[in-house]
Every structure is written in C-alpha cells, then in structure tokens.
C-alpha cells in the first residue's frame, strides 16, 4: 500500500491549510484512514481519524478546528485545518489500517509561525 500525502506548508496562527492523503494499491480492505504528527523531540500522536463506518475521532485540542473526512471508494482522507496555532506545527502523517495492518504516508511538515 503506497499513501501520499499532500498540502502541508507555512501558515501564519489563525490560518487554515488542507491537508490530502491518497492510498493506493491495497488488496485489502480499508477499516480506517487518519492523520498523524510529531513535533521535533516528541511522540507521534493520533490528530483524526475516519473509519469505515463513518465515524471519526480527533485529539482534544484539535477539535473544533480540524476537520477529517474521507471517501471509501477511492481511499483518499483529508485533513482540513482551521485556527492552525504555533503547536500545531509538526509533521503531518497518513494512516491507513487495513485488514493486514497499517500503512504510513511519508510524511509532511505544517509550520505554523509569523
């Protein structure tokens, strides 16, 4: 399964960015697609996910703000990001958890600084 994913960048606190994943050549079925990020010295942290069904859960501190959605017939997810602040920034990654486990996007860096 390849993910790439698309749209991170420079946004001053307050803007928005839309973040796009698209998953390819899975066998298998798709159960889950999400976002990921990791700021410089620490852990990488669930921001959203979209399951199969519908669903979706996001961090605390991004709800409200983030928006995931997802469309299960071309197994692409997208990220949309409102009120972006200064600890948002990080490396956004891609996440799809199919029925042989999970695959990761390469990752992309949101900056978020005036």
């Known amino acids: 399964v390849q993910l790439q994913a698309f749209g991170g960048g420079l946004v001053q606190p307050g803007g928005s960015l839309r973040l796009s994943c698209a998953a390819s050549g899975s066998r298998s079925s798709v159960h889950a697609m999400g976002w990921y990020r990791q700021a410089p010295g620490k852990q990488r942290e669930m921001v959203a996910l979209?399951?199969?069904?519908?669903?979706?859960a996001y961090k605390d501190s991004v709800k409200g703000r983030f928006t995931i959605s997802g469309d299960n017939t071309k197994n692409t997810v997208d990220l949309r990001m409102t009120d972006l602040k200064p600890e948002d920034t990080a490396v956004y990654y891609c996440?799809?958890?199919?029925?042989?486990?999970?695959?990761w996007g390469q990752g992309t860096l949101v900056t978020v600084s005036s």
């Open positions: 996440n799809v958890v199919t029925t042989y486990g999970p695959y």
């Open positions: 979209i399951f199969s069904g519908g669903s979706t």
